[in-house]
Structures are given as C-alpha cells and as structure tokens.
C-alpha cells in the first residue's frame, strides 16, 4: 500500500471510464453476474450522487493530495464501504487523491472487493500500471483477487494500446490464484477487440491459446464481432468454418452466427449468405427478425430488391413476422425499382401477419402507379385507397392529376380534385395548376373557366408559369370559348 500512496503520472481519464465496460460493444456477448460491479452508469448526474459522496469528492477535486487525509478527518464522515465504492466511481479524474482517500478509508475499515476492483480499474484507466499492480498484489494478500479485476486490466491495457501487456497479464493470472479458462480467454479477446482494428491481434492470442484451453460460443461470437467491425469477410469465413467443426450447430450460438451473416452482407456476399441461411434453416439455427431487418437494410440502402427478395422469402417462409417498418421499407424498394407485381404482392399478405398497412405504404405504391403512368391500375387504386381511408398525399394528388389528364382518364383527375376540395386538403397549390392545364389542354374551357373560379375563389396560387401556358393555349385555340376564358382569367387576376 505504500507505493499505491505515492503520486502517480500518466493521464487523466475522464469518467465514466471506457474499459470498465468491459466487453459491452459486444452486444451479444453477456457477462457473468460477478463481472458486473465494474460496469457504471453512461452518464453522470449530480443528482446521482449522495450528498456524502458529494462531499468528499468535493475534497478530492479541491484539496492538494497531501492534505487530503487532514481534509477528510475533519469531516467526520464515516468511511463505510457503500461510501468508498460511490466516492470510487466518481474520482477517475482526480488518481492521486483517489489513492489517498483509499488508503485513509482502509485504516478504518476493510475494503470490499468492489471497491478493491474500482481503484484497480482507476489506476489502470489513468495508466498507472505499476501501482495498479502493487494494488493486485494487496488484494491478492486480502483475499479479493477475482476475474473481474483482471478483466479490468485486460481493458486497461488494451485502451492503452498495450496490447502485448494485457496478454502477459492473461499468462500470469493462474500465479495470483485465478484460473485461465474459458470465461477468461473470451475476456482477453473481448478487451482486444473492443479496439479499433485489433481482430488480428485477439485472432493471433487465439490461436496460442485454443490447444490448452477450449473455446465456446462466446469465443466466437467475439471474434465474428471483431471481423464484422471490420469488414473482414475472408477472416470471418475462416473463423466461421472452425466454429463449426468445433461447436457444431446450436441455437445459442445466434450472436455469432448473426455477426458472419452480417459481415456477408456488408462485404457485399449476400448470394454467399444466403445460401448459409439456406444451410442454417435446414439445421434449424436460423437468426432471428433482427439479422433479417439489418438485412434488408443494408441491402435496400444499395438498392439490391433482388437478393432483397430472396432474403424476405426466406424470412416469411420460416414463419418469421415482419413488422410495418419492414413491410413499408420493402415495398417502397420494390417500388423506387418498378415491381408493382412484388409489391401489391406484400401489400396483400401483410395484413396475414399482423401487419396493417397505413397512409405509407399506400402512397408509396400509389406514386409508383402514377410515376410508371399505369393508368388503370392507378385509377382502382384511388379508388381503395379513398375507401379505406387512406388518401394519396398532396404532392402524389398533383402528380396523379397531370397523369390521368394526359393518359385519357380526365374524369379520375377530376375526382381527385373534388376529394381534395371536400376533405379541405391544405396544400393544393401544385394540384390546382396540374388541374387547369390539363383542361386546358384537353380543350375543355367552360370547365376550365369553372374550376378556374373556384379557385380563384380559395385564394389559391395560380404561378406564373401555368399563366403564361394557358394564355399561350387559349389565345392559339381560336375559339369563342377560349377567348371568352382568357378573358374570364384576365379580370381575374387582374382583381
């Protein structure tokens, strides 16, 4: 304990602590309960401190290290463990002080194995290594030694970039009378691959390691995690074929197996896995709606609907439910890439599986429709979407409205416009314009002049574009009705 009282250099981490989070970017893998204590809260509240603690981390932060011991005597606070453990917590920015509360609290009474843990976690995140090890030393006397402290070194080290130290800690663990097994061997990987680009590394310590010591499926799911992280899809392929050999195919294994698909598609292989899925479904170990839904995604971001397709047949197939993100994410893909026939397709079976389709998913088929200029088959669909209550969006009405004015369907143009108008739509800007130009257009000019007064009439913005066309088309038509419009729409605006 004595050299642990002496300052210390090195740099000063910021709470909370990177490595007391120990394998944590690993979202699959979970640790046992005995490695929790050193896994804080992500953010600091003041309100999350007791007024105590408060207290005496106020001395920390204030008070030179060599009056601390004075500083805090004169408080009165009792130094019990519940104290030392929360003060612990939230002295990672002052170490040296840290170290001297620590030793003033041990001469009343004896530290648990948390708060032993905490200042080793403490010195190791401000890189104080060889009191961190003076530490380990005393606890190993105390009897506090356990596998989370050194998971705590092994992160210690590794966010140091001391990689080579973390190992050399891994081969010295069975000396202060704790086991090298597999729960440790996946807390070496894990502290290494938490490192940006480190895969390699942890891959390397594997491999001397493996022949003493036997992996399970965490072991993988660390590695698969640190090559998905990475991109690396030749490496995860690698590691993914030993997974099998040894382990077999079990249902406990998804993390892993989900981190390989993953990379797979990525890397851009998803015909590669896809045909795993194939494998995996017939071994019945297929992954769950979350791989499908980062699936699709990454696939949809590409604009990949074909193996997008397959990838959802297979999901539908082996009884999986897709939600209404999924279902809407889908269709508008299919859409964006012309496959009505695949999307009316999902828009009927969603409902099959409890999933309702709503203004979204409607509209995005819809505009697909109008945009492939499917006349017909836009008109039916007006038709239900109205009936069930899920009308087109402005912006699809205007475009509607131009298409089926110029694809022989004015009457349905025309229905869209009253709609609107009925159901006080509030953007009709684009849709009024759409409106007059296709009766222009058509030559219908007493209907023209008519619904040119109505709106008129609601204030609506005619632009200046859509003026200059219909003046051109009315003064060229040469009729007494054109004229007699052209007039009608001159007073107008002149008003």
């Known amino acids: 304990m004595e050299a642990m009282a002496e300052y ?12 007391s989070q120990i394998s944590t970017k690993h979202a699959n893998l979970r640790l046992p309960p005995s490695l929790q204590p050193l896994q804080f809260p992500s953010h ?8 105590m603690a408060k207290s005496v981390c106020d001395i920390l932060a204030r008070a030179p290290p060599g009056e601390i011991e004075t500083a805090l005597d004169a408080t009165g606070i009792p130094a019990n463990p519940i104290l030392v453990e929360e003060v612990l917590k939230y002295s990672y920015n002052y170490p040296a002080s840290a170290v001297k509360f620590f030793r003033w609290a ?4 004896k530290h648990s194995s948390i708060a032993w843990n905490l200042m080793v976690d403490l010195l190791g995140k401000n890189q104080a290594f060889e009191q961190m090890w003076d530490a380990m030393r005393s606890m190993k006397h105390e009897g506090a030694l356990s596998m989370a402290t050194f998971a705590s070194v092994f992160s210690s080290y590794c966010s140091a970039g001391r990689v080579n130290e973390a190992v050399m800690s891994f081969d010295v663990m069975d000396q202060y009378g704790i086991q090298q097994d597999t729960e440790a061997v996946n807390l070496i990987l894990s502290a290494i691959c938490a490192e940006d680009m480190q895969t390699t590394s942890a891959s390397e310590v594997y491999d001397g390691i493996k022949g003493k010591i036997p992996p399970d499926g965490d072991t993988f799911a ?14 995860a392929k690698n590691t993914f074929g030993e997974m099998v050999v040894r382990l077999g195919w079990s249902l406990q294994y998804m993390s892993a197996y989900d981190a390989f698909l993953t990379t797979l598609v990525r890397g851009s292989h998803a015909e590669e896995a896809i045909k795993f899925l194939q494998v995996m479904k017939g071994k019945n170990c297929l992954p769950g709606l979350n791989f499908f839904s980062t699936a699709l995604n990454i696939l949809s971001k590409r604009d990949d609907s074909h193996n997008c397709i397959l990838f959802w047949d297979i999901m539908v197939g082996s009884g999986l439910m897709p939600n209404l993100f999924m279902y809407n994410r889908m269709i508008g893909l299919l859409c964006n890439n012309g496959d009505t026939d695949n999307a009316f397709r999902l828009l009927d079976e969603m409902v099959f599986h409890g999933a309702f389709p709503d203004s979204l998913t409607y509209n995005l088929i819809f505009e697909c429709l ?20 899920l009308p087109p969006n402005h912006s699809n009405c205007s475009m509607a409205i131009t298409m089926f ?20 739509f509030l953007h009709l800007d684009e849709s009024a314009n759409a409106l007059l130009l296709g009766l222009c257009a058509l030559g219908r000019f007493s209907e023209l002049k008519k619904f040119a007064e109505d ?8 632009y200046e574009s859509t003026r200059e066309k219909l003046k051109e ?4 038509a040469g009729r007494r009705s054109a004229r007699d419009t052209y007039d009608f729409l001159s007073r107008r605006w002149r008003a």
């Not at 041990?106 to 009474?109: C, L, V």
């Open 106 to 109: 041990g001469q009343k009474h």
């Open 473 to 476: 088309a009315l003064y060229s």
């Open 405 to 424: 004015f110029s694809g022989d369907d004015p009457e349905t143009g025309v229905d869209i416009w009253n709609y609107m108008i009925d159901n006080r």
């Open 44 to 51: 600091v509240h003041a309100n999350d401190i007791s007024p």
């Open 370 to 389: 109008v945009k492939n200029k499917k006349v017909r088959q836009a008109a039916k669909f007006f038709v239900e979407m109205i009936k069930n209550e």
């Open 8 to 19: 210390f250099g090195g740099s000063v981490f910021k709470y909370p602590p990177k490595a």
């Open 455 to 462: 709106v008129f009439d609601l204030r609506i913005n005619i």
């Open 222 to 235: 660390i590695l698969l995690e640190g090559w998905e992280k990475e991109g690396n899809v030749n490496k």
